[in-house]
């Protein structure tokens, strides 16, 4: 597999679940984001991991919960969501997390929360 | 604070037809500048960048962009719309690849 690959694609989870996403970069990339994209918003940045350290985290709710256990993987664990979370989560990479590089992502989970 | 305004939400080009798509941006400095495109139910992908040099930058699938500072834009491009091009483009701005900062996109439609 080339690229970056997120699972599951859709994702449809009651406020009381548990559920994580998963992104998987093949690129060597060093630097890892989740970005929140919703209708009618611009993409919102949630967390940037570099080098499996989280350098940010744009004052995101604790309901979501990053882990990067390496550089290749990052999840976004999942837990009494509402239902203005219901979005389209996307997971970039990028070769580091400093200035000037190209982010190329993952084609997105859609999340539908009930 | 940086920030990024794409004016047009909503451009509709006959095929063959020439496309501008216009951004304009706020910075306190030269800015990295982005162009991206998304077609439904994929994920964003990078068309071109400009970090310094010649203002007038080349991406991919002949689309082309010129930085222009007098007038705070980056400004996209392309001489002639193919069906393929409808999708969401969008025009960001950072210092950072993921401190990008994105305007709200611009929605291209292509009629045959």
């Known amino acids: 597999e080339t690229g970056v690959t997120q699972t599951p694609r859709h994702l449809v989870m009651g406020m009381t679940n548990k559920k994580s996403l998963k992104c998987e970069q093949h690129l060597g990339h060093n630097a890892m984001y989740w970005y929140k994209q919703s209708a009618k918003k611009p993409l919102e940045l949630m967390f940037v991991?570099?080098?499996?350290?989280?350098?940010e985290n744009n004052s995101v709710p604790s309901r979501f919960s990053p882990e990067c256990p390496n550089s290749s993987h990052l999840f976004l664990h999942l837990h009494t969501l509402q239902p203005e979370d219901s979005a389209l989560y996307l997971c970039a990479s990028s070769q580091d997390s400093r200035a000037g590089g190209e982010l190329f992502f993952g084609e997105g989970s859609r999340l539908t929360v009930l | 604070a940086q920030s990024v305004t794409q004016p047009d939400i909503h451009i509709t080009v006959s095929e063959g037809a020439s496309l501008e798509l216009r951004c304009n941006y706020s910075y306190g400095a030269t800015p990295y500048l982005f162009w991206y495109v998304q077609s439904p139910g994929q994920g964003l992908q990078l068309l071109l960048k400009y970090f310094s040099g010649d203002t007038l930058v080349q991406g991919i699938k002949g689309f082309e962009a010129e930085f222009k500072r007098s007038q705070s834009s980056f400004n996209l491009r392309k001489p002639s719309v193919h069906w393929s091009d409808a999708a969401e483009y969008f025009c960001?701005?950072?210092?950072?690849?993921?401190?990008?900062?994105f305007g709200d996109g611009t929605t291209l439609t292509v009629k045959p």
């Open positions: 960001a701005v950072g210092r950072g690849a993921g401190k990008s900062t």
């Open positions: 991991y570099s080098l499996e350290e989280r350098v």
